[in-house]
C-alpha cells in the first residue's frame, strides 16, 4: 500500500459526459502527480501540482482540468468525454515534488467511455 | 529531446531462469534520476528503484539487481532465479533536473511473464 488513495476505482460513464476523479496523496507529501496509461499512448504525464499550484503541465487536453485543494487532495475533471479518453488514471505524489523524488502512486481509476 | 525505449515488448521465461530487461534512456540534461517501476496484473504501480545520473554503482537487492552504464545511456534490470509472481509489466522511467517538477517519461514497458 503506498499511501495514496484514489477514488473511485471503476467509472463507466457515455460520451459527453463529464467525470471527477480524485486522489488523496501521502500523507505529509506536498505534490501531486497525474498520469494517464492506455494501450495506444502507454504512460503519459498529465499535469502536477505542489501544494495548491500547478507547477508543470504535460499532454493534458483542454477538456481536462485539475486543482489541489487545502488538504492537498486533488481532483482531476474531465469533460466532454471521448471513447478515446478510457483509460487507466494514476495520480502519484511526493514530498517536494522535484525530480530526485521516487514518485508513489496509487492503485488507479480506470475510466470506461462508453 | 527526453525519451525511454525499453524495446522488449513481451519476455517468457521458465521460473528459475535469469531475465534481463533492458532500458535505453535520452537526454539531454547531465543530472537526471532513473527509476524501475512494476505494474503487476492487479494493475497498481509499485516503486522499485531510482538511480541518479551521478551513480553509476550497481545494486543488488535480493533476487534484483540494476545496472546503470552512462556510456551506453542504459539501464538495465536483471531479475535472478525468476517466480510466478514476478510476472508484471515493468516500466522504467527518466526524470530529469531541468525540468521543473520531475515529471516521470516512462519507457513503453516490458510485460515479463514467468512460467511454472
Known amino acids: 500500500d503506498s499511501g495514496v488513495t484514489q477514488t473511485p476505482k471503476h467509472l463507466i460513464t457515455a460520451t459527453g459526459q463529464r467525470v471527477t476523479l480524485r486522489c488523496s496523496p501521502r500523507s505529509g507529501d506536498l505534490s501531486v502527480y497525474w498520469y494517464q496509461q492506455s494501450l495506444d499512448q502507454g504512460l503519459q504525464f498529465l499535469i502536477q501540482y505542489y501544494n495548491g499550484e500547478e507547477r508543470a503541465k504535460g499532454n493534458i487536453l483542454e477538456r481536462f482540468s485539475a486543482q489541489q485543494f487545502p488538504d492537498l487532495h486533488s481532483e482531476l475533471n474531465l469533460s466532454s468525454l471521448e471513447l478515446g479518453d478510457s483509460a487507466l488514471y494514476f495520480c502519484?505524489?511526493?514530498?517536494?515534488?522535484?525530480?530526485?523524488?521516487?514518485?508513489?502512486f496509487g492503485p488507479g481509476t480506470r475510466l470506461t467511455v462508453l | 529531446a527526453q525519451k525511454v525505449t525499453q524495446a522488449q515488448t513481451e519476455i517468457s521465461v521458465v521460473e528459475k531462469e535469469d531475465v534481463t530487461l533492458d532500458c535505453v534512456y535520452e537526454?539531454?540534461?547531465?543530472?537526471?534520476?532513473l527509476f524501475w517501476y512494476k505494474q503487476p496484473p492487479s494493475g497498481e504501480l509499485v516503486f522499485l528503484i531510482r538511480r541518479n545520473s551521478f551513480d553509476e554503482q550497481n545494486e543488488i537487492s535480493g533476487r534484483y539487481s540494476w545496472n546503470f552504464q552512462k556510456s551506453t545511456s542504459s539501464f538495465n534490470f536483471t531479475i535472478t532465479a525468476s517466480q510466478v509472481v514476478d510476472s508484471a509489466v515493468y516500466f522504467c522511467a527518466l526524470s530529469e533536473a531541468g525540468n521543473q517538477g520531475g515529471k516521470l517519461i516512462f519507457g513503453q514497458g516490458t510485460e515479463l511473464s514467468v512460467k511454472p
Open positions: 537526454t539531454r540534461d547531465t543530472t537526471y534520476y
Open positions: 502519484a505524489s511526493t514530498p517536494q515534488g522535484n525530480s530526485y523524488n521516487e514518485q508513489f
